[in-house]
């Protein structure tokens, strides 16, 4: 079965990731964590906060492949880090907050891909390891970009800073996983 929220829990974390990030532009970031919104806003699942601008560029993006904390503090915790600690962008500025648009993907436990036939384009994310690298690309990128599967293997490989063909080699290890995602509505 696959994970979900409803409107509820998406409203709640979504509301708390842009919290999260207005409190910190005003050193406000001491997050007391009062109880769960839910029973599954405190489930251990890997989860990944997206920020994109007004005309949908990308803004930030910092995420936990797997799950070792409670999904809403993780939420508050990736919302900041997204915000200002994501080493691709400045910090976010108080007069962007307004225009950014807040996504948030829940990952389901990673699968090791025994056969790339297995992957499939819009359902699934991707995880290269080939120590000492490793890249991760979330499910919606590859629809966005409208890849086939060879060409999601070798952009993972790219984002590992491997080479695009590496996805070939025996000691690269595959992992897929699925995502409930959500974003705001009307930004």
């Known amino acids: 079965m696959e994970f979900s929220l409803n409107p509820d829990e998406q ?9 999260s990030i207005s409190d910190y532009l005003q050193n406000k970031s001491d997050y007391r964590e009062s109880g769960y919104f839910s029973d599954k806003l405190s489930v251990k699942n890997g989860a990944f906060v997206t920020l994109h601008t007004g005309n949908q560029e990308l803004r930030g993006c910092i995420g936990y492949v797997e799950g070792f904390i409670a999904l809403q503090v993780a939420i508050h915790q990736l ?13 976010v500025r108080a007069d962007e907050l307004e225009d950014i648009q807040i996504e948030i993907s829940v990952l389901s436990p990673l699968r090791v891909v025994t ?8 359902r699934d994310g991707l995880l290269i390891r080939k120590p000492p690298r490793s890249g991760l690309l ?4 590859a ?9 999601f293997l070798e952009q993972t490989c790219r984002k590992a800073g491997l080479p695009k063909q590496s996805w070939q080699d025996k000691e690269t290890q595959i992992f897929s996983f699925s995502a409930f995602i959500f974003r705001e509505a009307g930004r």
Do not use: C, H, M
């Open 11 to 19: 409203n709640f974390l979504l509301t708390l990731a842009r919290k």
């Open 79 to 91: 919302a900041q880090a997204a915000a200002f600690n994501d080493p691709r962008f400045n910090p």
């Open 115 to 122: 056969d790339i036939s297995e992957i499939e384009v819009g």
């Open 138 to 141: 979330l499910p919606q990128v």
């Open 143 to 151: 629809g966005e970009y409208s890849w086939d599967r060879q060409t």
